[in-house]
């Protein structure tokens, strides 16, 4: 295991849940530097982590079999992410249309407007989850060519997506998430919002994940010793602190690696994993205290408090007594509440739905292997 991208997981969900409740924090300028916009930086984060962990995992051969990497990906990602749509949609006061449940339950987007976003879904924040689907989908491509240049072949079927699906779409070319353009109508068998979302640079974060994978595992041990592990922790140095200085910059210009949270993310991952390549792996005992636990932990169940916290959790309060809404609606009080909330139920879904449906894709895929 890479300890600190199993850390990042957890810290990404964080930021983006801050981000989602800052504004009902009192001190409004100080909500905003700490987890306004900024916050947003978790998405990019988990984007650059993903194509990370699937070049990482997929150093295994058993796990490089595309039928394999598709079960466990199927079973790691969606019925959750499903669970959580239906959760959502009982809960929510004014049901929305049949339409909008089937597409989101299906990780179509809803509308051809406002990329990288493209209409959000029924819970909000899962419009990220058509790009990691899409992703795994150019990434096991790839694998039933090859497993050795499984980076180079997927970087290429990334490119060619962006390139060839904007040209469809027809409209100036662009390297930027939001400037994808799509068309008021198309004659297709895709809809135009897939299409976007293929043809979005967006993606070009997986593929910063995968060369940063791709160059941990040749140079970690190289970095332990000497003069390298000097070199690599004042880079990690340098790196975390463009980091933080991207981050508390006043200017924000949205998602992407030609963008601040892009970049920035960018800087953090990189930083993170020279750090642990510089350092000794830690032993049973110092991931057994109290302060890695949580963090170890808070990635686990980075997933789940991502989906809930946004939507499924305003809808929970809101059956709560009026008394106790009025108390938790805003202030530091509410802030706090409404955190603790969204990590509690992501535990109990961590527990309760996520390890089983994981559990349950390996014995799938171990049930389905074939000679490689």
Known sequence: MVYSIQILRGVAALLVVLHHFNQMLPWKHAGLVMFGYEGDTGVDIFFIISGFVMVYSTENPEHAKPLTFGLRRFFRVVPLAQICTLLYFILLQGTPTGNVLLRSLFFVPLAP????????????????????????????????????????????????????????????????PQGVHLPATHAGILPVEVMGVLGNPLLLEFVAGMLLAWNYRRAENSFRHGARRVQARVAA????????????????????????????????????????????????????????????????????????????????????????????????????????????????????????????????????????
């Not at 497993?147 to 490119?159: C, D, N, P, Y």
């Not at 109290?290 to 170890?296: I, L, P, S």
């Not at 009026?322 to 938790?328: H, M, Q, Y």
Request: glycine share 8%.
């Open 237 to 372: 140095g340098i790196l975390g602190a463009a980091f933080a200085a991207i981050y508390f910059s006043a200017f924000e210009d949205g998602h992407g690696l030609l963008n601040k949270h892009g970049y920035g993310a960018l800087c953090l991952v990189t930083a993170a994993l020279l750090l642990e390549a510089s350092a000794d792996r830690p032993s049973a005992s110092q991931l057994a205290g109290k302060r890695m636990r949580f963090f170890m932990w808070l990635g686990a169940i980075s997933y789940p408090l991502y989906l809930v916290h946004l939507g499924i959790v305003n809808s929970i309060v809101h059956y709560f007594p009026p008394a106790v809404v009025a108390v938790v609606g805003s202030g530091v009080v509410g802030f706090l509440v409404y955190v603790a909330l969204s990590v509690a139920l992501a535990a109990l879904l961590h527990v309760v739905v996520e390890l089983p449906f994981i559990r349950l894709g390996k014995r799938w895929a171990r049930a389905r292997e074939v000679p490689a």
């Open 113 to 176: 407007v406002d990329p990288p976003k493209f209409g959000w879904s029924l819970v909000p924040q899962m419009w990220t989850l058509s790009y990691e689907l899409a992703f795994y989908l150019l990434f096991g491509l790839a694998l039933i060519f090859t497993r050795r240049f499984r980076v180079v072949v997927a970087t290429g079927l990334i490119l060619f997506s962006i390139v060839f699906f904007q040209a469809l779409l027809g409209g100036p070319f662009s390297w930027q």
